[in-house]
Each structure stands twice: as structure tokens, then as C-alpha cells.
């Protein structure tokens, strides 16, 4: 997937001012960018208002990423331990 040029307090500044009453095409010829750029960032980023609130989100992911991976592994030691329990010495 291809990088964005705009940093994610960019973005949000850009869906702001498209919030306030300018149209896609305005601000696409403003910044450029194709103006279908900016209902996938609305897409993206929501309700988001605040570079704070995207970072917790980012953290958040992050987060619940390590702890499924954490999870997965457990199950598998899990299931290795039954494994070895349920032989017969």
C-alpha cells in the first residue's frame, strides 16, 4: 500500500475544513489530491477531531495486536500441554 503525503494532522486539518462547508473539489485542486482521496479519509478517520485521539486508537491497536498474538500462543502451549497430560506413562 502506498504511503499518503499527508500526515495524519494534515488529513484531519483537510477533513475540517471540508466539515465547515468546502466541497471535495475545492479542496482536492487546494492540496493536491483526487477528491475521492477525501471521502476514504472520512471513511478512515470518522469522528476522529484530535491527533490525541488517533494515537490512543493507534495504541489501542497495537495493543489488542499483542495481546491476540499472546493469546494465540497460549492456546497453543495449551493444547501441546494436553497433548503431553494425556498420554499414558
Same mark, same amino acid.
Given at each position: 500500500?502506498?504511503?499518503?503525503?499527508?500526515?495524519?494532522? $494534515?488529513?484531519?486539518? @483537510?477533513?475540517? =475544513? #471540508?466539515?465547515?462547508?468546502?466541497?471535495?473539489?475545492?479542496?482536492?485542486?487546494? #492540496?493536491?489530491?483526487? #477528491? $475521492?482521496?477525501?471521502?476514504?479519509?472520512?471513511?478512515?478517520?470518522?469522528?476522529?477531531?484530535?491527533?490525541?485521539?488517533? $494515537?490512543? @486508537?493507534? =495504541?489501542?491497536?497495537?495493543?489488542?495486536?499483542?495481546?491476540?498474538?499472546?493469546?494465540?500462543?497460549?492456546?497453543?502451549?495449551? =493444547?501441546?500441554?494436553?497433548?503431553?497430560?494425556?498420554?499414558?506413562?
Amino acid at each position: 500500500m502506498r504511503t499518503s503525503k499527508f500526515t495524519d494532522s $494534515q488529513i484531519l486539518a @483537510i477533513l475540517k =475544513e #471540508y466539515e465547515s462547508g468546502q466541497t471535495a473539489k475545492e479542496l482536492s485542486r487546494k #492540496y493536491g489530491f483526487h #477528491y $475521492q482521496t477525501l471521502h476514504d479519509w472520512k471513511k478512515k478517520f470518522g469522528g476522529i477531531t484530535s491527533t490525541k485521539e488517533l $494515537q490512543k @486508537i493507534k =495504541e489501542l491497536e497495537s495493543e489488542n495486536n499483542r495481546l491476540k498474538k499472546m493469546f494465540a500462543n497460549l492456546c497453543l502451549e495449551h =493444547e501441546a500441554l494436553k497433548d503431553v497430560l494425556s498420554k499414558k506413562w
